[in-house]
Each structure stands twice: as C-alpha cells, then as structure tokens.
C-alpha cells in the first residue's frame, strides 16, 4: 500500500492499555497517511499474539501494562520474532531502569510520554515523531550478537596502550553498549568515557542499570570528578570533555552538531588530551555524530574502531566514521576483544 505522498505506508502496532491515549496516538500517526496504525492492542499478550496477522513495520510498546510489562514483551518479541521497537514510558523516574533494560534486550528507542505533544497532529512536533518512527521501522534488527572474530585492517584486537576509551552510540546503541560493558571485568583499569543519545531523563537510568547488571561500575560523569577506571555516562544537555589533568568536564553551553552530548565533542578532546594512547569507538546510530571526532583521534595515532553494518541497528554513524577513515571496522564481539587487549598506560604526569 502507497501513501498519498508515492511512498509505501509504515504499519505500527500499538499497545497502550489506555484508550484514550493510544487514540490520541492514532491520531497523531496516521496524519498525513504515510503511517497506519494497523493494531491497537491493550496487552502485551494480546500485542504478540497479533504479531503474525498484522505484521507491522514497527511496535509501540508502553513499558506500563497489566499482566506482562512492556520490558518483558520486548524481550520476548525480540527472542522469538524480531522486530523494531519503540518504547514509551509514563514515569521516566520510576521506569528508567526498566526503559534501559528494554534498550538492551533491543528496543531501539525510548520516549517519555509527557514529552509527546499529541494535541495537535499537524504540528512540528509531531511530525518530527512520525518521522522518527518511519526512521526506526526501517532499522535492522538482529536476535543475537555474533561472536566470530575476524581481521579489521589495523588488527585492532591485538595489544595496544592506551590512556582512556571514548565511546559514542545513538539509535540502537544501548545493547551494544551493554554487551561491551559486559565483556570487561570489574577491575579494568582503562575509563570509558560514554556519549549515549538517549531520550531526555534516561541517561541516569541507564547508567543505573547498567551499574547493577555489568561488573564494571557504571555512572553518570560528574564535572571535576577524575577519569579513572569505570564507565562514565554523559548526562542529557552536557557535553563530556577529557581535560589536561585526566579530570572530566561537562559543557553545558558549547555548540557541537546537532546533539548536546556530542561524541565529536568528546572524541576530540581525548584526541588533544590522550594523543596515540586514545581510543575511539563509533557504535550504531542515526546522523553522523563522532566522525569528525574519530578521525581526530586516529590523526594523532589513536585507535579507532566503528561497528560494522551487519549488527548496526542503524549505519548512519558508523558509515560517516568510516567515510572519514577509521582504524578497523570490527564487530561487537570483535570490539570487546578490542577493548580486552588493551594495555593501561595512563598518560604519566597527567593522571
């Protein structure tokens, strides 16, 4: 079925057990004709039962059911028939932890509900959502990371020094990002310096999640606060920066592209700070955030690495990455090993 624009139509199951917000919602999607809501569905159950018959482009998952939650269905939708999947959530204090678990079990985005405008579908806030669901029913979806290692062209996975880890990933990103955490041990000594774009109030979910279900500790980035061992999340509106004395800072006011925290902004100053002891990692995402930063990095002998498209849940950043050169072009398990064989070589005098 085509639009009224010449473009095929996305087909979205929603499942909200509110009527009237998932009428709202409707509303909202279908304006304009290029999306159609093809199922309402007021349980998870009922939502995955209809999977098959429907066989939407896109599921909207409220993470806030009766009966089995929206983290739950992800997870099992996710295990048994994959498919792209945006979570909302009503309490973005309350169900942060939960928002993150769902990203990583392969949701590829969340939204808070309060921070939808649903009164008026003509809108540019609306169309601004119903072009990021039409982006996120085209995205890939995959039901396990693979675990083979290959070559990348700098044999990134052998031993290399290096001083801190800069880390940028948008759509798609937070499962990868778990799994990498993951793979590291409780007593790594190499700081991850982390540049998530994630909807606004679930970065300290997600670095609390991430806390109690990897061995690494997992934080928000304080300002002033040394870069040691751990991964440092940066919060929403800030910029993270590697400063001089290994300390991070968060910038509040700084331009830097279109996203504020920015993985270019970061790369660049591990680029300054950490020279050929620095490392880049450009994870899955839309736009082309951290390219530039990247290829900073490698301009001074750092290390640099983006995902490689066949576990990308969107190519966007790492291709942009790479369209600029990266070092290697390595999958998820192929970046753990990455990580894993670093050698720790703080950056003496400095930190």
Known sequence: MASDHGGAVTRVLVCDDSRVYAAALTRVLSYGGEITVAAVCATAGAAIAALPSIRPDLVIMDLELPGMDGLTAVEEIMSSQPLPILVLSARVSASGGRAAAALAAGALDAIAKDHLDLRDPAGGGAAAFRQRVKVLSRARVIRHLRPELRAGPDRAYRARRAAVIGVCASTGGPRI?????????????????????????FAEGLAEWLDHTVRLRVAIASSGAMAGPGAWIAPAGA?????????????????????????DALFESVAAVAGRTGVAVVLSGMGTDGAVGAAAVRARGGLTIAQDKESSAVYGMPKAAIDLGVG????PSEIAASLLALIHEPQLGIW
């Open 177 to 201: 990002l778990a799994y990498l955490l993951g793979a590291l041990p409780a007593g790594y000594p190499i700081p991850v310096l982390v540049v998530q774009h994630i909807g606004t109030g």
């Open 239 to 263: 910029h993270l920066k590697l400063t001089v004395t290994g300390r991070m800072h968060l910038d509040r006011r700084a331009v830097a592209g279109q996203h504020r925290p920015s993985g």
């Open 328 to 331: 290697a072009v390595l999958s």
